[in-house]
């Protein structure tokens, strides 16, 4: 039962490193589309 149970747990960690990382990625692309406010993108 305990190789039962550290498979699922090792399954559920993966489940939750991979949403992790899709986040961050997620996060990352939308501060580049997104720049902070206050900055100029069209500089005249």
Same mark, same amino acid.
């Given at each position: 039962?305990?190789? %039962?149970? *550290?498979?699922?747990? %090792?399954? @559920? *960690?993966?489940?939750? +490193?991979?949403?992790? %990382?899709?986040? +961050?990625?997620? @996060?990352?692309?939308? +501060? %580049?589309?997104?720049?902070?406010?206050?900055?100029?993108? *069209?500089?005249?």
């Amino acid at each position: 039962m305990s190789s %039962r149970n *550290n498979f699922f747990q %090792r399954a @559920l *960690n993966a489940l939750i +490193e991979g949403r992790t %990382r899709q986040a +961050e990625r997620y @996060l990352a692309q939308y +501060e %580049r589309d997104h720049p902070p406010l206050g900055t100029k993108v *069209n500089r005249h």
